[in-house]
C-alpha cells in the first residue's frame, strides 16, 4: 500500500462522541464490537446490526438483530437504520471463504454476499436519506472496512464464483468490490462522505481458517504464532479511534486509510470504468434475491 501525501490528519487533544448517533453494519463481534464500546465509552449511541448481541446492559448500545447472508434483511436494515439522524455509518462484517464453495439461501457465494453485498444492498436502501443535506451542514460519514489499495480485483464475469471457485479468489472478489464500492458511493451521493478502511491482519475469527482448517493442530499452532504477530480489536479501535470525528476528513470522499490511520492511495485498477463495470455486475447478481435494481453513477 502506498501512502497517500495528500491528506493528513492530527488526533485531537480530547475525543468526544457526546450526542453522536452511529450505526455499526457487524457491531455485534469483532472489531465492530471493540469500537462500538470504545464509542459508546466516549458518549456516543450505537445501533449495532448482527446476528446475536452480548452487550445488554452497556449504556449507549443498542441492537438491531438481522442476518447480513440474506440479502432481503439487508434491504431491511437499509429502510430501519435511522439514515436522517446519523452521523456515522460503519460496516465491518465479513469471513474468509471456505476450502469448498459455500451459498447462502439467495445461491450467493458465502463470502461475496457477507463481506460485500449486504452493504451495497444497506446503501442502496438509505443512501438517498444519508446524502439529503442537513439545516447544520454537517456531512455524515460512512465508513468501509475492507482491504483497499492492495491491487486486489474482481474476477467480474464470474462474481458469484459459479465458473470455477478458489477461496483467495473469492475472497478477493470481495476485497474489489468493497473498494469499488466507496468509489461509487463517493461520485453517487455529494453530500457525504465515504472512507474505506483497511485494518490489517486483526486477531478475529475471521482469520481462524485462513490457513488451515478450524481445529486442526496446524490451525491451533497458525492460531497462536498469529496472535504474536497481530494486534487485537481492542488495540485497532483504539488507534483509530478519532479518525472517525476528526475534521480534516470533511469533503475528502473516497480516501482510503491503513491500520494506523495515514491516508492510502487506491489501488491502481480503481477508475470509473473499471468500478461502474462490478458494481453493475453486482447489481446484477444481488436482483436474484429480487433487491436492489440496476442504477448508475452520477457523472
Known amino acids: 500500500m502506498k501512502r497517500d501525501k495528500t491528506l493528513a490528519w492530527t488526533p485531537p487533544a480530547t475525543i468526544d462522541f457526546t450526542g453522536k448517533k452511529i450505526a455499526i453494519v457487524g457491531g455485534t463481534g469483532g472489531i465492530g464490537r471493540a469500537l462500538a ?10 445501533i ?3 446476528r446475536t448481541f452480548r452487550d445488554e446492559g452497556i449504556a449507549g448500545i443498542n441492537p438491531l438483530l438481522a442476518d447480513l447472508s440474506k440479502m432481503k434483511e439487508a434491504e431491511r436494515v437499509g429502510q430501519t437504520l435511522p439514515a436522517e439522524e446519523l452521523d456515522i ?15 447462502t439461501a439467495d445461491g450467493l457465494e458465502q463470502d461475496v454476499a457477507i463481506g460485500y453485498l449486504n452493504r451495497l444492498v ?3 436502501n438509505m443512501g438517498a436519506r444519508l446524502n439529503q443535506p442537513r439545516p447544520d451542514h454537517k456531512r455524515p460519514r460512512v465508513f468501509i472496512m475492507g482491504y483497499p489499495g492492495t491491487g486486489r480485483q474482481a474476477v467480474i464475469d464470474d462474481l458469484n464464483s459459479e465458473k470455477s471457485y478458489a477461496r483467495w479468489t473469492a475472497h ?3 476485497v474489489a468490490g468493497n473498494e469499488a464500492l466507496v468509489y461509487d458511493i463517493s ?3 455529494p453530500n457525504l462522505d465515504v472512507f474505506g478502511l483497511n485494518p490489517g491482519f486483526v486477531q478475529t475469527d475471521i482469520r481462524d481458517e485462513i490457513f488451515f482448517k478450524r481445529g486442526g493442530l496446524l490451525n491451533k499452532i497458525g492460531y497462536w504464532i498469529t496472535a504474536f504477530m497481530t494486534r487485537t480489536p481492542e488495540d485497532y479501535a483504539q488507534r483509530v479511534l478519532p479518525l472517525f470525528i476528526v475534521p480534516e476528513l470533511t469533503g475528502q470522499s473516497g480516501k482510503h486509510f491503513d491500520k494506523n ?4 492511495l487506491p489501488s491502481n485498477w480503481v477508475n470509473d470504468a473499471n468500478c461502474k463495470e462490478l458494481i453493475r455486475a453486482s447489481e446484477k447478481l444481488i436482483s436474484r434475491a429480487g433487491v436492489c435494481q440496476e442504477s448508475e453513477v452520477r457523472d
Do not use: C, M, P, W
Not at 464500546?37 to 450505537?46: E, L, S, W
Not at 490511520?261 to 492510502?264: D, E, Q, R
Open 261 to 264: 490511520g495515514n491516508a492510502i
Open 48 to 50: 449495532v446490526v448482527g
Open 172 to 174: 478477493q472478489n470481495s
Open 122 to 124: 444497506i446503501l442502496r
Open 37 to 46: 464500546h470504545q464509542f459508546a465509552a466516549k458518549g456516543a449511541q450505537i
Open 89 to 103: 455509518l460503519l460496516f465491518t462484517t465479513g469471513i474468509f471463504a471456505d476450502y469448498v464453495r459455500q451459498e
Open 187 to 189: 461520485k453517487r451521493y
